[in-house]
């Protein structure tokens, strides 16, 4: 079993950047790839970013790449998301979550495990 907890969340004005980080409990941490996702209000979640167990690897959404990136120190189990240059558009509840493989795709449901989300609000 695996834990995460997200924090890092806010509020901030346009054009500005937070970074948010994701906790994870459990020894098998670094075998696994990792992914943010985001859900705004009526809307479905949506992949924003994924890593590879290593963090050799790293990919995107089209509408978050050049502005957001995704790391990891497998040393303290954390993952990170720096966001900068943020739109309104960004706002949403920002969740971590475990890849069911070393490699991590862009797919919901092939997360095995999810953090309960942190919120993040940007103003225009």
């Known amino acids: 079993q695996v834990q995460l907890v997200e924090s890092g969340g806010g509020l901030v004005q346009a054009g500005g950047s937070l970074r948010l980080s994701c906790a994870a409990s459990?020894?098998?941490?670094?075998?696994?790839?990792m992914g943010w996702f985001r859900q705004a209000p009526g809307k479905e979640r949506e992949f924003v970013a994924a890593?590879?167990?290593?963090?050799?690897?790293?990919f995107y959404a089209d509408s978050v790449k050049g502005r957001f990136t995704i790391s990891r120190d497998n040393n303290k189990n954390f993952v990170y998301l720096q966001m900068a240059n943020l739109k309104p558009e960004d706002t949403a509840v920002y969740y971590c979550?475990?890849?069911?493989?070393?490699?991590?795709?862009?797919?919901?449901?092939?997360?095995?495990?999810w953090g309960q989300g942190t919120q993040v609000t940007v103003s225009s």
């Open positions: 459990g020894s098998t941490f670094s075998s696994y790839a």
């Open positions: 890593i590879s167990w290593s963090g050799a690897t790293t």
């Open positions: 979550a475990v890849h069911s493989t070393a490699w991590g795709s862009r797919l919901s449901p092939e997360y095995d495990y």
